[in-house]
Structures are given as structure tokens and as C-alpha cells.
């Protein structure tokens, strides 16, 4: 696709995703109509550091944003911001939106990315009660915690956690309330997801493992949270962070292939990202793809898939031979731990835990083995550069022997 006077690429979603492709496209010679449609008002922006710095009440949301307006307009990029895509057709190439305009296109990206899983339990609309996805939510819920109010955390992720960490580091009282044994058990399972934990309550952070919410408490505001066994904790503010879930309900309407099962939901692509819809691909947390390093479906919802995917998809678009096989990867600050995740450990999959150093030092690395001893991830907590050698382990495919992994004496590379 190299003819300016083609139909033009729309880009469903002003996402981390969705930009990087715009960006990409232009990168790659692409001259023709370009069109970005955006449910949110803001310009497009990435969302780490909203969890961060913003959290901190360190930055504001604009240091978020990928690029200012004169950017797109420099680059001829139509944005249409504060509209949402109600309808595609495949078959028209076209789209509809909210405000009855129809848009054609020569190739559609959908990236819907995610939306937060909602609580559905009596006081969940209370004032005080907060989520954190948009720029909009990171702002309200820093200016909520200048006031040091008692904050209750419902989820132990990392959206969780790093609510949890700000909220203490801006001298607020934390309890976070986790249904599952430890945090993280689901993504790092229990004996790496303890040592967050422990790391959290040496910094303040209370913990009420095996504990469901019932109900929140109060009524002009928030007041407390009611957990399993009719016990309140006193709350002053609420973040509920359990989990998103993928924006494909757009596709499937189109008659576009979706995946539904619990854990694999998304929109089904080949590695090249493109839907079973002609001319339509998918990038960021909505696609599902056939990874061809794993050999398995695989969905990510972490920024760097999205920038990943956001490049892949605009290449592919282009008609360029694309085979997206980028290891997932995925990043956090908390207190004075820094962290950095490559790889990806199946839901349901036996696996062994490696340490290399001593979790107590504050410096140490985890891998995750799968029955043949192979790498299937390995994540370093302040130990700066292993995270090229962690992903070389996983696309080597070979057997380690765990003991040699463990011992800080053999280099990572000698492995």
C-alpha cells in the first residue's frame, strides 16, 4: 500500500497502540489518509507512568502524552477525538460512528484495548469509590490522596500494589483486601507473590489475604469496606483494581473471530495480526495472536505489547512480512523496588521457581521453568541489565540446569 489515493487507514482506538501504528505507518512511507478515532478526549498517552508519577503527585497527566497536536497535524493525521466506533463492516469497509458519520477505509486496525472489571457489590457507585484506566481516574484519585485519607485496596495486582505503594509513600493508611493467599498469586504464583507482600508490609502496607468484599460502607461518600464475615474496614477512599477485560465485543458484532474462554479472550489474529476480517488487523491488549515463537495463542495487556503490536500491525498493513514474535514484557516501581518481567507462564502450567540471589538483599532474579527445563520467564527485582539476557534464555528454547541458574557465581550467559 504505497498509493496516496487509496482508501485511507482508520485506526479504531486512540490508544498507546493505535498511535504507535499512526507514527509507524508515516515511518514506513506510508503517505496516504490516515484516521484516528478516540473515545477519550485526551490525545493519545501512554499509561505507566499514570500509575507512577502521576500517583505520586510527582507529574501531571500531560507528561503521559506521546505527542502534542501539532504533531498529528504535521503528519497529516486526522484525529477524532471524544467518538466512538459503534459499528464495522467488513464487507463495506466502513465504519460507523456515534455521531452517524460513516468512515471507509482500505485497511482497519482495531485497538479497543481494555476496560476495568467492575464490582458489582451493593455501594459500588459511592463517591470515593475509585478505578484507575484513564488519565481522567489517575487525576482524580492523586488529588484524593493529598488529603491522607485511610485508603482500602480491593486486589492485590499490580494495579493494586502500585495504588497501594503511592498511597503510602503519600503518607496514607493502606489495606489491601485479596480473595487468592498472596498477592500477584495469579500472575507470579504464591512463593514470588509472598515476597511482594513482605516487601509491602516492611513498608506499612496491611494485608487481608482470603478475603472477599461484600459490600462498601456509607452514604454520601464511602465509608467503609465490608468483607466476608460482616467485618468493616474503615475506609475514607476505595481502589478497586481486579483485573480488565479485552474491548472485543466491536469485533464480534462485525462477525469478526473472537476467542471468549476464560484466560483467553481477544481477538484472534495469525502472527501477522490480522483478523479473520479482510484487510482488518488487531494490536494491543485486544489481540489474541498466534505467537510463533511459543507456538500458542497469547494475549498481553502490558505498554510495551502495545507498542510492539502497534508497529507489527502498521507493517503488516503495508503489506510488508510480518511475524510478530516480540517476548512480553512488563515493568513496575513500587517504593524503591524496581522491577522488569520477560516471558510468559501459561495459565495452569506446572512449572519451577529458580532464585539467583537473595530476595532479602533487595536485589535478586526469578525464573520460571517449565517440566523440561526450559525458560519460560525470568524477572529481576534491582538487578539492571539481565533483562536482555532472561530473553535470550527464553528464545534459546534450551535445557538449563537449575543449579547453574541459581548460582550468582556463573554469569547468565554461561548458562
Known amino acids: 500500500m504505497t498509493d496516496a489515493d487509496q482508501q485511507p487507514i482508520v485506526i479504531v482506538g486512540a490508544s498507546l497502540a493505535g498511535a ?28 505507566p507512568p499514570l500509575s507512577k508519577g502521576v500517583l505520586l503527585g510527582k507529574d501531571q497527566p500531560e507528561v503521559a502524552q506521546l505527542h502534542d497536536q501539532q504533531w498529528y497535524d504535521d503528519n497529516n493525521i486526522e484525529l477524532r477525538l471524544g467518538k466512538t466506533v459503534t459499528a464495522i463492516d467488513p464487507k463495506a469497509h466502513s465504519v460507523t460512528v456515534d455521531d452517524g458519520s460513516q468512515v471507509s477505509y482500505g485497511k482497519l486496525l482495531i485497538a479497543t484495548g481494555s476496560r476495568v472489571r467492575r464490582i458489582d457489590v451493593p455501594g459500588a457507585d459511592l ?20 488529603a491522607k485519607p485511610r485508603v482500602v485496596v480491593v486486589g492485590a495486582g499490580w494495579i493494586g500494589l502500585e495504588s497501594a505503594s503511592a498511597a503510602r ?29 513482605e516487601f ?23 465509608t467503609g469496606v465490608r468483607v466476608t464475615g460482616g467485618e468493616v474496614i474503615p475506609a475514607d477512599l476505595v481502589v478497586v483494581g481486579v483485573g480488565v477485560q479485552p474491548n ?3 469485533a464480534a458484532d462485525a462477525g469478526i473471530e473472537v476467542a471468549t474462554r476464560e484466560n483467553g479472550s481477544g481477538i484472534v489474529t495469525g502472527a501477522d495480526l490480522r483478523t479473520s476480517a479482510e484487510d482488518v488487523y488487531a494490536a494491543g491488549d485486544v489481540v489474541r495472536w498466534a505467537h510463533p515463537l511459543f507456538g500458542r495463542p497469547v494475549r498481553v495487556e502490558h ?38 518481567y520477560a516471558g510468559d507462564v501459561p495459565r495452569g502450567t506446572s512449572y519451577q521457581v529458580v532464585l539467583r540471589g537473595d530476595p532479602k538483599s533487595g536485589a535478586y532474579v526469578a525464573f520460571w521453568l517449565d517440566d523440561d527445563r526450559h525458560v519460560l520467564a525470568g524477572m529481576h527485582v534491582n538487578t539492571w541489565g539481565a533483562t536482555d539476557t532472561i530473553q ?13 541458574l541459581a548460582d550468582t557465581s556463573v554469569e547468565l550467559s554461561e548458562v
Open 20 to 47: 504507535t501504528a499512526a507514527a509507524t505507518l508515516r515511518a514506513e512511507g506510508w503517505s496516504g489518509g490516515i484516521v484516528l478515532i478516540g473515545s477519550e478526549t485526551s490525545l493519545p498517552y501512554e499509561r
Open 127 to 146: 463517591p470515593g469509590v475509585h478505578y484507575l484506566r484513564t488519565a481522567e481516574e489517575a487525576q482524580s484519585l492523586t488529588d484524593a490522596y493529598a
Open 169 to 197: 509513600e503519600r503518607g496514607c493508611e493502606v489495606t489491601v483486601v485479596e480473595p487468592q493467599s498472596t498477592a500477584l498469586a495469579a500472575v507470579l504464583g504464591e512463593e514470588i507473590g509472598e515476597l511482594f507482600a
Open 200 to 222: 509491602h508490609r516492611q513498608h506499612g502496607v496491611q494485608f487481608r489475604f482470603g478475603t472477599g468484599v461484600e459490600g462498601f460502607e456509607g452514604t454520601d461518600k464511602v
Open 248 to 250: 472485543i465485543e466491536l
Open 303 to 340: 505498554w510495551q505489547n502495545a507498542k510492539d503490536t502497534g508497529k507489527s500491525a502498521a507493517k503488516a498493513m503495508l503489506g510488508q512480512d510480518v511475524a510478530h514474535d516480540a517476548i512480553p514484557f512488563f515493568f513496575t516501581d513500587q517504593f524503591d523496588l524496581g522491577m522488569e
Open 392 to 404: 535470550e534464555l527464553i528464545r534459546a528454547g534450551k535445557q538449563v540446569d537449575p543449579a547453574r
